[in-house]
C-alpha cells in the first residue's frame, strides 16, 4: 500500500484558495482532481511495464470514494480484482491481482538445499524468512506513484481555476 503527503507549504495555499468555493464544489474539485490524477497514474503505470505484458495492462483501473460524509477522499489505482486471465503457456489461468503483485514486488524463492525440516503440508513454516534473491521486482507500480505525485498540486490547481472561470463558487 502506497501513501504519501503533500508539503505544508502547498496544502496551506490551496486550502486558502478552497476556503472561499462552497462545501459541494469544494468535494466536485477534489474528486475531479484525483480523477485526472489516477488516469495519469494509470498512463505512467502502463509506460512503466518494460516486458511483454498486454493482458496486465487491459486490467488496470482506478476508483475514487467519498468517505466519512465527505470528509475523506479515498483513491484506489491498480489491477482490477477478482479477474482472471490466462497465463502464457495457456496451461490454465492466473489472478490478475496476484500477477502485478509478484511483477512489482518481486518474489523469493528458497535457496537451493535448504531443508524445512517439516514434513506434510507444514513444510512452508519451516522456510519463511529464508531469503533468496528477490526475482522480477520490478516496483512499475511504485514508480509512477513517485512519477505522478507532485502533479498532484497542479491538478488540484487547474481544477480550482475551472470552477472559478465557470462562476461557481
Known amino acids: 500500500m502506497l501513501s504519501w503527503k503533500i508539503n505544508p507549504v502547498s496544502l496551506k495555499r490551496l486550502s486558502d484558495e478552497m476556503a472561499s468555493l462552497d462545501k459541494k464544489v469544494k468535494r466536485r474539485i477534489a474528486k475531479n ?57 495457456n496451461a490454465g489461468t ?12 518481486g518474489w523469493t524463492p528458497v535457496p537451493k538445499g535448504y531443508k524445512s525440516g517439516k514434513q506434510g503440508r507444514g513444510w512452508r513454516k519451516g522456510v ?22 507532485s502533479k498532484m498540486i497542479n491538478i488540484v490547481a487547474d481544477e480550482i481555476i475551472k470552477a472559478v472561470n465557470q462562476g461557481i463558487s
Not at 94 to 105: C, F, L
Request: proline share 0%.
Open 33 to 89: 482532481a484525483a480523477k485526472r490524477w489516477s488516469a495519469l497514474v494509470i498512463k505512467s503505470i502502463k509506460s512503466n511495464i518494460n516486458w511483454n505484458e498486454g493482458t496486465i495492462q487491459d486490467y488496470l483501473d482506478y476508483k475514487v470514494k467519498s468517505l466519512k460524509r465527505g470528509q475523506i477522499l479515498w483513491i484506489g489505482v491498480g489491477s482490477v480484482a477478482g479477474k482472471r486471465i490466462r497465463t502464457e503457456s
Open 94 to 105: 492466473a489472478w490478475v491481482a496476484s500477477k502485478v503483485r509478484w511483477y512489482n514486488d
Open 128 to 149: 519463511r524468512g529464508i531469503g533468496g534473491t528477490k526475482i522480477y521486482e520490478t516496483k512499475f507500480v511504485t514508480k509512477a506513484q513517485q512519477q505522478t505525485q
